[in-house]
């Protein structure tokens, strides 16, 4: 009698093999494609799927993969350079907050709506968060009024963002600015998302896709370094 094949829990009820589902996901969010042309991609590979297959896949296990990679991430540096990008959703613009450190390391992003004083805060508080709760020494900012106001009344919140010293220099942002690039050519591909939680969602994964890139996650805790095959560090990762 043959043993049932062992499979992640994440991927039961799916009709396609697990590597397949993470082929898709993990191609769409690091390369410069489309839906469809994963569609084309993997009928060569004999294997018939819809765009709007894909699609779903991406929607429920981006959210996924972005926390098992996370359990390897390294932590980032203490000068924080924030700026805001513009998405397009459905046709009207949304703002896209995202930070780096002194060295481009990716700190975190968040999608919204507005570019209001609630909005900062919102952002500084998941970054801080998605920091481990160490703040900042310094927040360099690109001149926007209500980040300055933001970062003001967070002061109200916790004693330690006193303590923060607040800059505005368009040349030390240049950094975030330049960063912004690997984010906006993966989105030029998909031509407007279409609603905001599949947008978050989306920039999820371009977001872990970056990440990656610059190295930014530290596999030593169990056994392993990078890999010269990415397909290796994503199966170590989700392992």
Not at 53 to 62: A, M, N, Q, S
Not at 145 to 156: I, M
């Amino acid at each position: 009698m043959t043993k049932p094949i062992k499979r992640d829990p994440m991927f039961r009820g799916y009709a396609f093999d697990a590597d397949i589902i993470r082929l898709c996901v993990r191609w769409y969010i690091s390369y410069r494609l489309t839906y469809r042309d994963l569609v084309e991609m993997m009928a060569e590979r004999g294997v018939r799927v819809s765009h709007t297959t894909v699609l779903r896949w991406t929607r429920r296990f981006i959210p996924e993969f972005v926390k098992r990679w996370d359990r390897f991430r390294r932590p980032v540096g203490a000068s924080w350079r924030v700026d805001e990008t513009y998405v397009s959703i459905r046709g009207r613009w949304h703002y896209l907050y995202r930070a780096v450190d002194q060295h481009g390391k990716t700190i975190d992003f968040l999608l919204r709506r507005d570019r209001g004083i609630a909005a900062a805060q919102a952002f500084f508080r998941k970054a801080l968060e998605s920091n481990g709760g160490r703040f900042p020494r310094k927040v360099t900012l690109d001149g926007h009024v209500p980040s300055r106001l933001a970062l003001w009344r967070l002061r109200r919140e916790h004693v330690r963002w006193r303590h923060v010293k607040v800059r505005t220099s368009q040349y030390l942002n240049n950094i975030v600015e330049q960063d912004h690039r690997g984010i906006k050519a993966r989105l030029r591909p998909t031509k407007g998302l279409k609603s905001f939680e599949t947008a978050a969602i989306t920039l999820a994964g371009f977001e872990l896709a970056h990440r990656i890139r610059k190295r930014q996650f530290n596999f030593r805790r169990r056994g392993h370094r990078y890999a010269c095959s990415r397909k290796v560090d994503w199966q170590i990762a989700l392992a």
